[in-house]
């Protein structure tokens, strides 16, 4: 697994709205903005799934996704992927839906989607377009 860098977490943390990237099993893609990512160590991402569908059935069939970390306040911009566990209960699954119930009782926190991160590309254009961070 790949662990991001001090810098990569600063601009993480920055990010409001992430898009995020799956793909079917037949490889046709899909990208949605998700609000609801935290970051919760070096190299775990939690992703709330409060109105997935078409993104949800991807993950059951391909676990697999990406992340962009880009924005105006953010120094570069980079990729994150990752492989997806899904999970509905649990120890995490319950502590994701207290800190969601906290801040939006209304959202309903179907899943909990745990990222372990594995690669790092930049994003920025240039000759570095596209090489892997990690």
């Known amino acids: ?10 601009a993480f943390l920055k990010m409001k709205v992430f898009p995020v ?5 037949d490889g ?8 609801v990512v935290e970051l919760v160590s ?12 078409k993104s949800l059935a991807n993950l059951k069939a391909n ?4 992340i962009y970390v880009w924005g105006p306040d ?6 994150i992927k990752g492989h997806v ?3 509905t209960s649990g120890k995490e ?8 119930n906290k801040k939006n009782p209304a959202l309903p926190a179907r899943s909990l989607l745990i990222v372990k991160i594995t690669d790092v590309f930049e994003c920025k254009p240039g000759a570095t377009a596209g090489l892997k961070l990690l």
Request: aromatic share 8%.
């Open 1 to 10: 697994m790949a662990k991001l860098t001090a810098d990569m977490k600063e």
């Open 21 to 25: 990237a799956t793909a079917s099993k």
């Open 28 to 35: 046709t893609p899909n990208v949605v903005p998700i609000g």
């Open 42 to 53: 070096d190299d775990t991402i939690w992703i709330t799934d409060n109105f997935m569908n």
């Open 63 to 66: 676990p697999k996704l990406a």
């Open 74 to 79: 953010i120094k570069g911009c980079f990729q």
């Open 85 to 87: 566990t899904i999970k």
């Open 93 to 100: 699954y319950d502590e994701m839906k207290a800190k969601l």
